[in-house]
């Protein structure tokens, strides 16, 4: 029987949510009620880094409520444009781990393509807002570089596609980039991280399920989801369709003020996380990114926070506390 292209569940089709989009502040200000004094700090922000939210995301957004743990995580603000101290462009120094066009290896056995420039989303305190997507976003042809260095390194056992958003990209390219890695032996797992099943859950048709599970490879997905407002009805049906097919789902967070800097904000998430059929991964304290300074949260409240959830939840519900630190042989776990 052939496959229909969207299951019955899902009424809308992923490329037209993906298109309806909300990027002008001015919109999202008068969609949701919000204080119109707000409305010249956004106009600046937006110019750094452009407002972007499917109106589909409405639906989880309180309206009137500024505060609204879900919007503050896309709604630019004046506070962007601070200079702070400590805060950069690249933060991470990636150019050091840039040996071909859209590859990163920082860690011995696996290596991060940055497979599209493209999210569903902007989020404000992404670290990638400033990062150079131009000279690193090579297209198909431009990927036999980055594909023989993986090739010739035969400790590369996991190569995980980022972005960007990987899962923006079209069924058809994401098949070509996997049976691309499947070809070289020594790698056994391509993870995908992704925030799209989260923020367009329409995007998990059968055409997506049948792509990545058609090929040798272990399927790993770690999803990104900081708040549990952010996972309704058609969010958990797009996970069980994922756990079904033996996909590995995780989730990462970042730590976020005024989004989820409380424990019971990762204890309400991670049980519902646990119901999407995913277990949380980590938990990233915020990369010191120019423009995102108001995000950040204390090491001291991180870890308050990691021995409260620890309490409540078992130990499987508990995500690792990790922090980025440049040039280090793995990601920095933080003991609480
Ligand atoms: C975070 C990251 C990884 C993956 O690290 P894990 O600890 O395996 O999740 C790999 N490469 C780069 C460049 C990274 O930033
Ligand atoms: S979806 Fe991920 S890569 Fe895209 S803006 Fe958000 S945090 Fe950054």
């Known amino acids: 029987m052939i496959q229909q292209n969207t299951s019955p569940w899902q009424t809308r089709d992923w490329q037209n949510e993906l298109q309806a989009l909300i990027e002008d502040p001015l919109e999202l200000a008068e969609a949701l009620d919000l204080p119109t004094n707000t409305f010249l700090d956004m106009q600046q922000a937006n110019k750094l880094f452009a407002l972007r939210l499917p109106a589909s995301m409405?639906?989880?957004?309180?309206?009137?409520?500024?505060?609204?743990?879900?919007?503050?995580?896309?709604?630019?603000?004046?506070?962007?444009?601070?200079?702070?101290?400590?805060?950069?462009?690249?933060?991470?120094?990636?150019?050091?781990?840039?040996?071909?066009?859209?590859?990163?290896?920082?860690?011995?056995?696996?290596?991060?393509?940055?497979?599209?420039?493209?999210?569903?989303?902007?989020?404000?305190?992404?670290?990638?807002?400033?990062?150079?997507?131009?000279?690193?976003?090579?297209?198909?042809?431009?990927?036999?570089?980055?594909?023989?260095?993986?090739?010739?390194?035969?400790?590369?056992?996991?190569?995980?596609?980022?972005?960007g958003d990987p899962l923006s990209l079209p069924d058809e390219y994401l098949s070509w980039l996997l049976s691309s890695i499947e070809k070289i032996k020594h790698v056994t797992t391509v993870r995908i991280h992704t925030r799209l099943p989260i923020i367009i859950p329409q995007r998990i048709t059968n055409e997506l399920l049948t792509t990545l599970t058609l090929n040798r490879l272990k399927i790993v997905m770690v999803l990104h989801c900081n708040h549990a407002n952010e996972i309704d009805e058609e969010v958990m049906h797009a996970c069980h369709l994922l756990h079904e097919r033996g996909i590995t789902l995780l989730n990462q967070c970042v730590l976020l003020k005024d989004v989820n800097d409380s424990a019971q904000a990762h204890i309400d998430l991670n049980k519902k996380i646990f119901d999407c059929g995913a277990l949380p991964y980590y938990i990233h304290m915020l990369d010191k990114i120019a423009g995102a300074h108001h995000y950040d949260v204390s090491e001291a409240k991180a870890q308050q926070i990691m021995q409260d959830i620890n309490k409540a939840l078992p130990g499987y519900l508990v995500p690792k506390l990790v922090r980025e630190v440049p040039g280090a042989g793995a990601k920095e776990m933080l003991s609480f």
């Open 58 to 163: 409405l639906d989880r957004i309180e309206r009137g409520n500024i505060n609204d743990p879900v919007l503050k995580q896309f709604l630019p603000t004046g506070k962007e444009t601070d200079i702070v101290r400590g805060y950069s462009s690249d933060p991470l120094q990636e150019k050091t781990v840039n040996p071909a066009p859209g590859l990163l290896h920082k860690f011995k056995n696996r290596v991060l393509l940055t497979v599209t420039q493209s999210c569903a989303v902007h989020c404000r305190y992404c670290f990638r807002r400033n990062f150079n997507y131009q000279d690193n976003n090579p297209g198909k042809a431009g990927w036999a570089k980055a594909l023989n260095y993986i090739l010739q390194d035969a400790n590369i056992e996991e190569v995980i596609l980022s972005g």
